[in-house]
Structure formats: structure tokens, C-alpha cells
């Protein structure tokens, strides 16, 4: 997962299209041609490479999406999406439009899946972060990232999901946001993967969460409530 939840609440991203959708109304076209990037583009994907490289990260490069258009409509949303190299989404102030999809997961009762980073991961290191999310692979529908991401992340399947937006950040990462819930008592077969050192459901009621909690993921959790 990258640094989206942090930029998602803190630094007003703009709402391309709003649902709730259900997932089989999320519908995606992909191009063949893949998007080439600046010079300048390429040396700085090169250069954040190197550096998760040298902080002993196993994330590779390769191809992931890229968002070249939307369309909201009365029964959902459609997404045209490219190939492009993954890297880029780690440039600094730009990340070319590319697609990430974060998974935001409770239990049945409504408690949230919290996890703690690990030190080598690309963003949010060492932090926080709510749920499960990563890139959208090639060929591959944002919906289907929430539930993949949820599974390679925690070892659980959803019992009901349903996406909530799709998201520009400032920085020009595209978010597909979702939310989901686990069957009744599923929350005890969860497994972090080696991305997480620690994990922890926390409360329904975001007012009682507690101090690890930062003031970035208090404001998604109410705006995805609101």
C-alpha cells in the first residue's frame, strides 16, 4: 500500500465520481498502448527505486494501471485504464495518474482492521493504515484489487464489499476506494502478511480508537460514514 490514506484525507484530494457501486457496476476498458513517461519522469521512478532498494524493500518494478478516463452513470462507473510502469507512482508531486485501490475492512460488528507498517515498505513505514490496498495490475478491475489486496494481505475473503470512489490526490495518484465486511467472527482467522508487523481491530466508534490512531484515518473512517 502507498502513502494514499495520508494524502487522501489530509491534503484535499478531489472526488472524481462518488458511490456506493456495487462491484459487478464497476466496469473497466483497457488500452493496449502503454504510457510513456518524461525523462524526467523515468530518472526520478529510477531514483525511488534505488532508494526502497537500499532500505532492503523486495518490491519490484513492473507494469500497473493508469486512469485515462472515468465515466460516472446512473447504474455505476466505467474506468478506462493503460499500462504504465509501476514506479511512477512513487515520483514525488507526480505520480502520472496512477491506480491504487485501498480495501478499508471491518468485522461484522463493525470494527475497523488497523495495521501497523512495516520499516521497509514503499509509504507509510513504520505507520498505521486501515485495511489492505496496492497497485492495479494489468488487465485487472479496481474491484478486484480490493479483494485480492484483502486476501495476499490478511488472509481473509470479504463477505460483502462495495466500492465508495474514486479519488484524485494532489499528487495525481488515482485512489479507487472500497469498503468491506467480514462474515461474522472471520476477524479471528486474519494473518498479516510480512507488510505488517502488528495489527489490531479497533472500535466501531472512531471517537474511541486509540492513540496510534492518527488524525488522517479518524477522517476517512467519518468520511466513508458520512
Known amino acids: 500500500m502507498s502513502s494514499?490514506?495520508?494524502t487522501l484525507t489530509r491534503e484535499q484530494p478531489e472526488i472524481l465520481a462518488r458511490g456506493p457501486w456495487e462491484l459487478e457496476r464497476v466496469r473497466t476498458c483497457w488500452l493496449q498502448d502503454q504510457f510513456v513517461p518524461t525523462a524526467a519522469h523515468t530518472a526520478a521512478a529510477d531514483e525511488a527505486i534505488r532508494g526502497l532498494q537500499d532500505r532492503g524493500s523486495p518490491s519490484h518494478d513492473g507494469l500497473a494501471a493508469r486512469l485515462v478516463g472515468y465515466r460516472q452513470?446512473?447504474?455505476g462507473l466505467a474506468i478506462d485504464l493503460q499500462p504504465q510502469r509501476w514506479a511512477l507512482r512513487l515520483v514525488r508531486g507526480d505520480a502520472c495518474l496512477s491506480v491504487a485501490a485501498l480495501c478499508v475492512t471491518r468485522s461484522a460488528d463493525g470494527?475497523?482492521?488497523a495495521g501497523r507498517r512495516a520499516p521497509w515498505v514503499a509509504s507509510w513505514a513504520g505507520r498505521w493504515a486501515l485495511g489492505a490496498g496496492g497497485a492495479v495490475d494489468?488487465?485487472?478491475n479496481p474491484t478486484e484489487t480490493l479483494v485480492r489486496e484483502l486476501g495476499e494481505e490478511w488472509s481473509v475473503s470479504p463477505a460483502r464489499v462495495r466500492g465508495e470512489a474514486l479519488v484524485r490526490l494532489p499528487h495525481h495518484l488515482v485512489m479507487f476506494v472500497g469498503q468491506a465486511w467480514l462474515e461474522d467472527?472471520?476477524?479471528r482467522d486474519v494473518v498479516p502478511d510480512h507488510e505488517h508487523d502488528r495489527h489490531a481491530w479497533?472500535?466501531?466508534r472512531i471517537d474511541d480508537w486509540?492513540?496510534?490512531a492518527a488524525e488522517p484515518l479518524r477522517l476517512m473512517a467519518r468520511w466513508l460514514e458520512g
Open 185 to 187: 467472527g472471520a476477524e
Open 73 to 75: 452513470q446512473d447504474d
Open 202 to 204: 479497533w472500535p466501531r
Open 4 to 6: 494514499e490514506q495520508d
Open 210 to 212: 486509540p492513540a496510534e
Open 111 to 113: 470494527r475497523w482492521l
Open 138 to 140: 494489468v488487465g485487472e
